[in-house]
């Protein structure tokens, strides 16, 4: 005999498959709004590294100066890369794809900061604000508001464009503090007026930074932007201040060292931070006391993760970190190689740190990128000469080819002694108008072999003192990673930290 | 009983389903149709409690600490001064004037304000005046001969109301950036 179903027992199977449904419904809406459930491209850490002015180039004389040819830096064993377009706009243009959209190919590094900190294009200068000056939130700052720890570490003034993208909004990049002046904080080609000085777009940056409480940790250099008032802000927010803008005592590694609790400011010169180069050659200096940008980002993942007590939930929620090696782009403006090499070094052992803590973890997305190239840097082949260093560009004239000959004609090119004098970091070092290479050895060279010699294997060119806009490599590792694969625009670095960390849709 | 009721109970379930799930996966697309919201901007801080805004243009208290005797220029401390030097700097009693080079930094000067004081023969200050420059996109060049250069050539006039009574000067930086 069949087995008959009741009325009511098929009434209560109906609203249990309705009631099953509608929940996987809502799970699925719970989903797109990334507040739970699908965790695809989701981490609860963030590290965030930013190689100012590394292009390509950097990364492969970094790589050849270092571990050889046949070796590879940290960054390039990361499983995912890719490339960063970096353009900007002009100002008051719309965002790409609208009809007032204007283009400007070469970025600035606050217009770039402000593409991955905010995910609009704006013009070259601009903080946290698109290009028609609208303020527009950060990941960092949503980061915040959704209970995540933030840290913000640089080499540079810690007011600079790069850290400052994540932590203020002006107008003009160099309203940077202490005092605000009109001319580097007012804008009035996009505001039109003066914008009344209590409004946050013409608010020193230093003063941003010190009262928004946007980073819990922040670590750099620039404390001559800050003064009595803003230590005041500063603990009076709960901050560990590590030496004293009050006195202008700048911080040392010893104080980060023992620097404890979760808000931590500590600066460690009063400008930029001396770069690795000079604190090696100088192991005695004051400026040698300043900590490295791998032993900042240590330290600043050890305190984004720390607990105050057992009972302290706070570092579950994950955290962001940014960390900039941002003397790569300062030594590439000033086409000194041997010093852009030794930044180049110490970002990597930067991002080897944040990996090894990526991998120990097993929940945190690190991406390592730069915001645009600087200075054209070039390897050309060992014996080899640039146009710079010519007496004509290369010739273009074939008399037995004719498809080979076109509009200019040029017959020859040779070196031109008056402007190749030597190895600029050797024989040449002494003649302001020399514009020959720099040579370094790298490992395959027999013993003996020394930087800025002819024999040395690694010949390292510069273009120009100024940024350039060709595209940035991209490294990544984690959860998420494989959406670094490819071409991106710099603008969708804010969506995939902003949806990795779950504080944008 | 008739058999077929089961049947029919089954039916409507499987019915009840397929129109609650596609309720809800309805929903789900119009949510991912929203992926592209902005994201919320009350995360932004617009006011800072306790900070002044700012008035006036900067000062630098270090100019009245000065007392330079007659036809001296001195330099009037400021948060930057181990970023620059200072070449050429000459008071002829009209205008003090001088070319400043940054020593910290070879990337462009974005911001710079220079800061004239005037004192009187008592070595009191009785004004002052400023040179402010911001970059541009043809940056720093010689006023003379208009050619680019690296430092920035600067020169700041007694104003009228002082002349004749300034007969000494100092100079300072409030403000310098360099990109």
């Known amino acids: ?505 | 009983m008739k058999r077929t009721r089961p049947i029919v109970a089954i039916a409507l379930a499987a019915a009840a389903v397929l129109v609650a799930g596609s309720i809800a996966v309805g929903v789900a697309v119009m949510a991912r149709t929203d992926a592209a919201a902005p994201p919320p901007t009350d995360a932004v801080t617009t006011t800072l409690p306790g900070l002044a805004a700012a008035s006036g243009a900067p000062e630098l208290a270090s100019i009245r600490l000065l007392r330079p005797k007659p036809g001296e220029v001195g330099q009037a401390a400021g948060p930057f001064d181990e970023r620059f030097t200072v070449d050429d700097l000459a008071f002829d009693g009209k205008a003090v004037s001088g070319a400043l080079r940054v020593t910290s930094d070879v990337s462009a000067v974005l911001d710079l304000e220079i800061i004239a004081g005037f004192y009187d023969a008592g070595g009191s200050v009785i004004g002052s005046a400023r040179f402010v420059y911001h970059a541009t996109d043809d940056g720093p060049v010689d006023p003379v001969t208009g050619t680019p250069v690296e430092s920035i050539p600067f020169r700041v006039a007694v104003p009228t109301e002082l002349a004749g009574r300034a007969v000494s000067t100092s100079i300072g930086v409030p403000v310098l950036v360099n990109e």
């Open chain 1, 1 to 505: 005999m069949r087995r008959r179903i009741p009325v009511l027992t098929s009434a209560t199977l109906i609203t249990a498959l309705v009631a099953t449904a509608v929940v996987a419904g809502t799970a699925g809406v719970a989903s797109a709004h990334g507040d739970s459930g699908d965790d695809r491209g989701r981490a609860k850490n963030v590290i965030y590294l930013l190689g100012d002015g590394m292009g390509r180039t950097h990364v492969t004389a970094a790589r050849e100066r270092f571990y050889g040819s046949d070796g590879k830096l940290t960054m390039e064993t990361l499983p995912a890369q890719g490339y960063v377009s970096t353009y900007a706009v002009e100002k008051l243009s719309g965002q790409p794809g609208s009809k007032d959209f204007h283009p400007n190919p070469v970025t600035d590094s606050a217009s770039a900061a402000t593409a991955w900190s905010s995910g609009v294009k704006t013009y070259n200068a601009a903080l946290g604000i698109d290009a028609t000056g609208t303020v527009k939130p950060t990941v960092m700052e949503l980061a915040k508001k959704a209970g995540l720890r933030t840290g913000n570490v640089s080499t540079a003034e810690i007011t600079d464009a790069t850290p400052a993208g994540q932590m203020s909004h002006a107008l003009a990049r160099g309203c940077q503090g202490p005092v605000y002046s009109d001319a580097a904080c007012q804008d009035l080609s996009i505001t039109g007026t003066a914008l009344p000085t209590s409004d946050i777009r013409v608010t020193p940056i230093a003063d941003q930074i010190a009262r928004n409480g946007t980073a819990d940790v922040i670590l750099g250099g620039g404390l001559s932007r800050f003064d009595a008032a803003d230590e005041k802000a500063l603990k009076d927010q709960g901050y560990s201040v590590l030496g004293s803008p009050t006195s202008q005592t700048v911080a040392t590694k010893s104080d980060l060292a023992a620097a404890s609790g979760q808000k931590v400011f500590g600066l460690f010169n009063r400008g930029n931070l001396t770069i690795e180069k000079s604190k090696q050659d100088n192991p005695t200096s004051v400026q040698a006391k300043e900590p490295t940008l791998p032993e900042m980002t240590s330290k600043a993942i050890a305190l984004l993760t720390s607990k105050s007590n057992s009972k302290d939930k706070s570092a579950s929620k994950g955290f962001y970190l940014q960390v900039e090696g941002a003397l790569i782009d300062k030594r590439s403006h000033a086409n000194d190689a041997a010093q852009t090499l030794g930044e180049m070094k110490a970002f990597d052992d930067s991002v080897k740190i944040a990996k090894d803590f990526a991998a120990k973890d097993g929940n945190t997305l690190v991406i390592v990128t730069a915001d645009h190239e600087c200075a054209g840097f070039n390897i050309i082949e060992k014996g080899t000469f640039t146009n710079a260093e010519a007496t004509a560009p290369p010739a273009n004239v074939d008399s037995g080819n004719t498809a080979n000959n076109s509009s200019p004609s040029r017959p020859n090119n040779a070196k031109d002694a008056t402007r190749s004098t030597g190895i600029i970091n050797g024989a040449g070092s002494a003649d302001p108008k020399n514009f020959a290479p720099a040579t370094f050895r790298i490992p395959s060279d027999p013993a003996g072999v020394v930087d800025g010699s002819p024999e040395a294997g690694l010949w390292l060119t510069y273009l120009s003192g100024n940024h350039t806009g060709a595209d940035v490599p991209v490294y990544a590792y984690g959860p998420g990673s494989e959406q670094l694969d490819g071409t991106i625009d710099n603008t969708a670095l804010f969506g995939i930290v902003g949806k990795a960390l779950r504080v944008i849709r």
